[in-house]
């Protein structure tokens, strides 16, 4: 297992570029199982997740070429050969159960693995299921897969989610493209990502309007065509690499991001004194002179602080002048990175959904775990600061949400290198 080392204290000055959005690509993929046309997908990020899915679409029937290096993803699904996602594809990715909703919609049943459960939480699927069913199909647990069938097919209803789930929203909106009738959908999520894959479908030849709101409404349609779409900037990376030169000093350009998907995270960071300047191609960021302040944080659904941030902040306020409080009403299990961010001399609290973080002076290189995605990368910022050697392990999770992450920070003039083993 690859693992990464890190020399910290140096500060960055330089340019990174920022790639698709993972959880965009995640939604648009499976696109692909509502129509027999060619989808065509730029701007793809390259990401072990998004193999990890061609995989799992391939088994289904899909055929999926990689062209540009990757850039672009060319599916098509003239048939489907099975309905059965495998649960040794989809326990590594639970984004794999976005097959659930066009399955249903296309062939009238599906046989998905529960993905289980993950280092951050439980990650159930009850309002995927309660949706599903208000839509009409019946769906099953048994052997650890639902198993989902939708004999009369699919008909449109209003929905109103308990929670604006991110995936929910995401099953939903793909099976109600093709139901018989109208849905509605209230308190859904108006994720960024939620909304590329609605401008898909609108293209592909789907009747859906609110697309960015909590309400959505969507006309059933017989059948979706082909079509050509970008998958939109990663605005989790983008936050998580404008956090580098604040933790390590220096300034940077962040290229191709859209600030304005960072709304809540960006006046937090100015508030601090944090400047973001808008380039021609992006964003300047810089740190404040002195030192950072201690500042609150609570993640919340869309517009709201992204929970896909919280690891990366508290990496940032563990030196911060004062004590924080970051509060995580998303995920019941998401401070893993904690234990590891204390190994570095960080002083961290955590009660219930809270981390209280008293800051301390500076941070100190340690051999540390990475637990999951955001986590690993908060390991990396924290030992960018930090004084002496870091070396963070398991650093697939890593892969599965950042390209080059040493090749894009070295850039910049950070030491840091990956040792293959
Ligand atoms: C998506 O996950 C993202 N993943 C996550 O990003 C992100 O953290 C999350 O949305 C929240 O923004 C992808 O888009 C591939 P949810 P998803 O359904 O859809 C509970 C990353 O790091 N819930 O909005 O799984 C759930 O347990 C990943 O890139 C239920 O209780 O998130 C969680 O506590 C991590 N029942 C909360 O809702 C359900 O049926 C949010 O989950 C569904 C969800």
């Known amino acids: 297992m690859d693992t990464i080392l890190i020399k910290g204290g140096k500060s960055l000055n330089g340019k990174i570029d920022i790639a698709g959005a993972k959880n965009a690509c995640l939604a648009l993929m499976p696109l692909t199982l509502l129509t027999e046309d060619k989808l065509t997908l730029t701007n793809a990020p390259k990401l072990s997740d998004i193999n990890t899915f061609k995989q799992l679409l391939e088994s289904l029937g899909a055929e999926i070429e990689f062209k540009k290096s990757g850039r672009e993803i060319i599916l098509s ?103 018989k009738g109208t849905t509605i959908i209230t308190n859904a999520a108006c994720e960024p990502e939620v909304g590329d894959m609605i401008e898909c479908l609108i293209s592909m030849g789907a009747i859906i309007e609110g697309k960015g709101t909590s309400k959505i409404i969507i006309e059933g349609v017989s059948q979706l065509y082909g079509a050509k779409h970008a998958v939109i900037s990663d605005r989790i990376e983008m936050g998580t690499y404008m956090l580098a030169p604040i933790i390590a000093g ?57 929970t896909d941030l919280q690891a990366q902040m508290m990496a940032l306020l563990t030196t911060a002048n004062g004590t924080s409080i970051l509060h995580e009403t998303i995920f019941e299990n998401r401070f893993m990175h904690a234990p590891e961010l204390i190994r570095m001399g960080a002083k961290i609290d955590i009660s219930g959904g809270k981390a209280v973080v008293e800051g301390v002076s500076r941070l100190k290189g340690a051999p540390v775990m990475a637990t999951d995605l955001r986590a690993s990368v908060s390991m990396i910022l924290a030992a960018l600061a930090a004084e002496g050697e870091t070396v963070v392990n398991r650093v697939y999770h890593l892969d599965r949400g950042y390209e080059n992450v040493e090749e894009k920070l070295s850039n910049c003039g950070a030491i840091i290198e990956r040792i293959i083993t």
């Open 250 to 306: 220096g300034e940077v350009e962040i290229i191709g991001g859209n600030i304005k998907l960072l709304e809540a995270f960006s006046e937090k960071l100015i508030s601090i004194g944090v400047t973001i300047t808008n380039s021609l191609d992006g964003v300047i960021v810089k740190g404040p002179d002195d030192r950072l302040q201690a500042i609150d944080v609570k993640t919340e659904i869309y517009p709201g602080f992204p």
């Open 77 to 179: 699904t003239p048939e489907i050969k099975t309905v059965r996602a495998d649960y040794e594809i989809v326990r590594k990715m639970r984004a794999s159960n976005l097959v659930l909703g066009p399955l249903l919609a296309r062939e009238g049943h599906a046989i998905v693995s529960l993905p289980g459960g993950c280092a951050i939480g439980a990650r159930p699927m009850d309002i995927h299921i309660d949706a599903l069913e208000m839509l009409g199909a019946k769906i099953d647990l048994r052997d650890g897969y639902l198993f989902a069938t939708a004999a009369k097919g699919l008909k449109g209803c209003a929905i109103n989610l308990p929670f604006a789930s991110v995936g929910a929203t995401e099953n939903l909106i793909m099976a109600a493209s093709m139901a």
